[in-house]
């Protein structure tokens, strides 16, 4: 199951929109607060801090909440509430509230100061007095972002103290998917509090695959053509990545023999791809400078991945519309073909997707699968471990061949990112990309 990804401005809509008050969607939120924070942290004695926000609201919605399931509860306020919704929630907390500066440290503490309104980095004296009781405490909960973080970017404004437990309201928002934001988050839960976040942003789940068919064969389950270049280790690793993952044939095109691919992985000094069996052609991994080889997969009408040195010899994003193309660029190779835009990776990811009509894996820690028409799939974080040579190439294996079973460019590629994710986390911090192809 999907989880909805709405940006700040977005989140503020669908709050005008739903189907309750304010006041009530304030409420469940405190409760959900209440709620995950006691199931985390037990009976835990707490320290509750509220911002002047409707954050900081939430805060004394889950102080109160928190009494009643008989935590010992203390609220220590930054400031005045600022809106009518974060006063009412306070007037409704009948216990003291200390404040912010003083307030002692406690084995819980629960971090309601900002939230999506966060517009500034706090100021140092707050940042550190936040980032001191975060240090004297057992465990941390953020309420729907950690306090410092900017909601759409992922970007950290001021010092954050990392949380154990994040409570999203109503529906995640790209700092829970997007560094360094997505680093403080800890475990990340969503807290349904009656908002109906409906978007083309979310967060990657579990594919469902293309079925084999009884009467299935090779043709039928995906020919990928790969074309080998000057490194062939990076095209046999995306080659053995594709029959992994299912291909029904894989045909290597290689100008000499490359040792050490699997047998059934088919070597052929002929790159004919005008083979209308063709499911996806894969070109880039290992390729080197050999620009004719790009040329030539773009004048097929196959699906194709253009992956790694393929990527730099694009030259121009619009030689791709039409092509039915899937690119895996990291942030260098995004930056080199795309070049500097504005805005955050997710907005990026967007505007290079609709510049070349081609589906974009803007990968990295925080990898993003976005379509030309606006769809924009974040990736649950995936195991650093997949930072090492050639974890490219098995992505791009992998890719190429759910295309070639069927899917559509971009559910391929999201659940190619989704794939490589958890096969990395079945292949554990030892692995090489050698492991992570026999781990798919
Ligand atoms: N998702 C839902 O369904 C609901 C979400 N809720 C919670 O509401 C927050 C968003 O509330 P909002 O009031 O828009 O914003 P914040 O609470 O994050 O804070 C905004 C206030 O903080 C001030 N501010 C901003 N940056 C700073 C700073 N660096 N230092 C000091 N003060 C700052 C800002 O005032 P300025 O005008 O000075 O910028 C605001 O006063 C959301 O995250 C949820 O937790 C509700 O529960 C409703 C349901
Ligand atoms: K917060």
């Keep these: 199951m999907t989880r909805p990804i709405l940006t700040a401005a977005a989140m503020r809509d669908a709050e005008a929109a739903a189907p309750v008050d304010l006041a009530t969607l304030m409420e469940q939120a405190g409760q959900s607060l209440a709620e995950a924070a006691s199931r985390f942290a037990g009976s835990m004695p707490a320290l509750v801090l509220c911002g002047p926000g409707n954050n900081g609201g939430d805060g004394y919605e889950a102080a109160r909440f928190l009494v009643e399931r008989g935590v010992a509860v203390r609220v220590a306020a930054l400031a005045e509430p600022a809106t009518d919704l974060a006063r009412a929630a306070h007037n409704r907390w009948t216990g003291p509230i200390e404040a912010f500066d003083t307030a002692a440290p406690a084995p819980l503490l629960v971090d309601c100061l900002f939230g999506t309104g966060l517009k500034r980095g706090l100021e140092d004296a707050v940042s550190q007095r936040l980032c001191a009781l975060a240090g004297e405490a ?52 969503l807290a349904d509090i009656g908002i109906a976040a409906s978007t083309d942003w979310f967060e990657l789940a579990e594919p469902v695959l293309p079925p084999i068919a009884a009467d299935a064969h090779k043709y039928s389950r995906g020919l990928v053509h790969a074309l080998a270049g000057t490194m062939p280790g990076a095209i046999a690793l995306a080659a053995s990545a594709a029959a992994r993952s299912g291909a029904g044939y894989v045909r290597v095109s290689t100008g000499a023999p490359i040792a050490g691919l699997p047998l059934s992985i088919v070597q052929t000094g002929d790159a004919k791809l005008s083979d209308p069996r063709i499911g996806c052609i894969l070109v880039g991994p290992g390729l080197g400078e050999l620009p004719h080889f790009l040329t030539l997969a773009l004048t097929s009408r196959a699906p194709k991945v253009i992956d790694a040195d393929a990527i730099a010899l694009v030259g121009d994003p619009e030689r791709l519309r039409g092509q039915d193309a899937i690119l895996t660029p990291h942030a260098g190779e995004f930056a080199k073909l795309f070049g500097d835009l504005p805005g955050t990776k997710a907005e990026q990811a967007l505007a290079a997707a609709a510049h070349s009509g081609a589906v974009i894996v803007f990968k990295g820690p925080d990898t993003l699968v976005a379509a030309p028409d606006g769809r924009l799939g974040f990736a649950p974080p995936a195991p650093a471990w997949l930072a090492s040579a050639g974890t490219g190439d098995v992505l791009s294996g992998i890719i190429a061949a759910l295309r070639a079973r069927g899917m559509p460019a971009f559910e391929a590629a999201c659940a190619g990112v989704w794939r490589h994710g958890r096969a990395a986390e079945r292949a554990g911090p030892s692995m090489i990309a050698d492991d992570l192809v026999a781990a798919l």
């Design 138 to 189: 057992n465990l941390v909960v953020a309420a729907d972002l950690p306090s410092g973080v900017e909601a759409d970017s992922g970007a950290i404004l001021s010092p954050v103290p990392a949380a154990d437990l994040t409570v999203a309201f109503g529906a995640l928002k790209p700092a829970h998917r997007l560094m360094p934001a997505m680093a403080r988050t800890g475990r990340l839960v």
